[in-house]
């Protein structure tokens, strides 16, 4: 069940990933990312991280990406043209992203006998859980996150101003 | 207790029909309702000719609506105006998944009147919801229609906006809770009946109004049906769509409409308990009944909730649209906040520590 | 019952198609959705790893990903808009000025 859901889903974000690469239209290009995201949310799941699978949808599919699409609307972004720095980029990056991965790859397969094996309801961080922890030793942190927020807020309203 | 996965599997999907078959019902019988009523509120008859008193209405409407020719407009941007209205009604049919209509009642170890009983219950449906708003955006860019777009940029800031207030004003509830189990919070508000529920009991009442107008604003009704006015938009985001497409536009609306009456009911009014709590217990016996009854209140609070809805689209004139983003930006977000200040004051006042 | 492994190499292939797309995608908000991509594949780590040492902290970390990712889109997203409305292209390439 564990092994289908993650071929399933691991599938579905890596289709996502691709087309987002692929696609031309940066509103397709947001569509798969959408996709993407949900199905990390559905792996979160898998890995008993309860609370981010729901934030994840929440702020990333249903906040975070409803923003991009919106400005893909609002300024009517066509297909992308390709030009000299996109050759550049072709000649470098897919080398140096290939290479990357095979690294990373090389890393996590070579040391495989040391990881764990995941299984579902084996380790479930619950709600209550993750917030005891927040609000208690994390305290700090989390209320220095809402005045980032909260520069964020002023700073996207400022930039976004009308200069009259 | 070992239930096998295929007993399991077998059981939800028959509950996955029943409950799809009886939503889908339920969703082309507040259509009628809604013209009755509004009908009833104009001082005029609303429906009447089909069947006796109209009921037969929905299904005239649905084959209609099914043998009509499917038009797809030269300009559009087809993929995503094919699967605009999929998304639209595939999210609002998801959210009622999670949702708990009876008692904690198992046959086999599942349970009978819910399909998944999930912890984080609340969270999902709000995801859902938010997600669904895609429907509505792709469907008014792809159109390459001017007044579809007007209505989907409207729509997707509404939303977005709109969902701060409607989660703030559940953390309320959810901290006299201490769960984001819909089943957890309903058990709280059943042990007294009325006096015990959330809207009551819990003076949650602030957090309900602010759930309710977010709420509408979130399924795009009136008053707030701003992204599709049809005096500045024609019929906004759908006005390209036709035959089966706006169907679909249609049935995720009123099925969101029936998704938040849910949602109200078990945060609020106390999901499927009875309002006079364990009073009259024992009059109707038998577990027939035991089961049933419940079943009985939660159909009840929702057909109340969406008389409500339907009450107030009659009576209350559109927001414009500055007004909307005001309304919510400056009162309902405020007024949320202070609602989880003074409930968690009053409860570090008067509950015990644990 | 899957490895942790597995789950490394999806979030490793996921951020390296984000380093891809990185540089070779010329859409201003298409760079913007890459670097969320990159994001996401690091947040699947930390849960990765959470679950590996039974730890509460991995899944911590995402959660101040998340908001410093909100926050973040949310000042970069208006920074488009500015560009857009300064200099009407979307290109990165054409966006090449420090003064118009």
């Given at each position: ?164 | ?157 509404q939303v977005?906006?709109y ?50 107008m977010a709420a509408y604003a979130e399924?795009n009704?009136?008053?707030f ?99 909307l983003?005001?309304?919510g ?26 | ?100």
């Amino acid at each position: 069940m564990h092994l289908a859901l993650f071929f399933i889903f691991g599938a579905l974000c890596l289709a996502g990933a691709l087309n987002l690469l692929l696609q031309r239209h940066p509103i397709n290009s947001a569509l798969s990312l959408i996709v993407v995201m949900s199905s990390l949310a559905v792996l979160y799941l898998l890995l008993g991280a309860e609370f981010l699978a729901a934030a994840q949808v929440i702020v990333y599919s249903g906040a975070i990406m409803v923003l991009f699409t919106f400005v893909i609307m609002l300024l009517n972004a066509g297909k992308e043209e390709r030009t000299r720095g996109s050759k550049l980029a072709y000649i470098a990056g897919f080398p140096g992203a290939a290479a990357l991965l095979s690294l990373l790859t090389f890393m996590f397969l070579s040391h495989q006998g040391e990881f764990a094996r995941a299984r579902i309801g084996e380790y479930v961080v619950t709600t209550s859980e993750l917030s005891r922890m927040l609000f208690t030793d994390l305290l700090l942190p989390f209320e220095v996150t809402s005045v980032l927020i909260l520069i964020a807020i002023l700073g996207a309203v400022a930039l976004a101003r009308k200069e009259h | 207790m070992e239930t096998s996965l295929l007993v399991f599997l077998l059981i939800s999907l028959a509950k996955v029909i029943v409950v799809v078959v009886i939503l889908l019902m339920a969703v082309a019988y507040t259509v009628l309702l809604e013209r009755k009523l509004v009908g009833r509120i104009q001082n005029r008859w609303g429906p009447s000719r089909v069947g006796p008193f109209g009921l037969l209405q929905p299904l005239v409407d649905g084959a209609k609506l099914f043998l009509k020719e499917d038009m797809m407009p030269t300009a559009v941007y087809r993929p995503l105006y094919i699967l605009a209205p999929m998304i639209a009604l595939g999210c609002a049919l998801t959210s009622i998944a999670v949702i708990p209509f009876g008692a904690d009642i198992r046959w086999h170890g599942v349970q009978l009147f819910e399909i998944a009983d999930v912890n984080i219950g609340l969270l999902i449906v709000l995801g859902v919801t938010s997600i669904g708003v895609y429907g509505i955006a792709l469907s008014g860019w792809s159109s390459n229609n001017k007044y579809s777009l007007l209505g989907a940029l409207r729509a997707s800031a509404q939303v977005v906006s709109y969902e701060l207030a409607l989660g703030l004003s559940l953390i309320g509830v959810v901290m006299r809770a201490s769960s984001l189990r819909l089943r957890d919070i309903v058990n709280v508000q059943g042990t007294h009946g009325l006096i015990s529920w959330n809207f009551f009991g819990g003076f949650q009442f602030v957090a309900f109004f602010i759930y309710l107008m977010a709420a509408y604003a979130e399924t795009n009704r009136s008053p707030f049906d701003l992204p599709e006015a049809e005096s500045e938009l024609t019929a906004g985001y759908h006005t390209e769509y036709s035959s089966m497409k706006f169907a679909m536009f249609f049935m995720a609306e009123y099925a969101n409409m029936i998704t938040v009456s849910c949602v109200a009911t078990l945060l609020f009014f106390g999901g499927w308990t009875s309002p006079f709590g364990h009073l009259f217990d024992g009059v109707i016996g038998g577990t027939v009944a035991n089961a049933l009854l419940p079943i009985f209140w939660f159909v009840a609070k929702v057909f109340g909730f969406l008389f409500l809805y339907i009450w107030v689209r009659g009576t209350l004139p559109r927001f414009r649209y500055d007004q909307l983003m005001g309304f919510g930006w400056k009162f309902l977000v405020p007024v949320a906040i202070a609602n989880i200040v003074v409930t968690s004051f009053c409860m570090g006042l008067w509950l015990p520590v644990h | 019952m899957v490895p942790i492994a597995w789950y490394l190499i999806l979030s490793a292939i996921l951020f390296c198609i984000g380093v891809a797309a990185f540089l070779i995608k010329r859409n201003i908000i298409s760079v913007f959705m890459s670097i969320e991509l990159m994001l996401n594949a690091v947040n699947l780590t930390f849960v990765a790893f959470a679950q590996q040492w039974h730890q509460v902290s991995g899944q911590i970390f995402v959660f101040f990903v998340m908001v410093v990712a909100a926050a973040e889109a949310a000042v970069g997203l208006a920074i488009i808009i500015a560009v857009f409305r300064a200099r009407n292209t979307l290109n990165v390439d054409q966006v090449d000025l420090m003064k118009l």
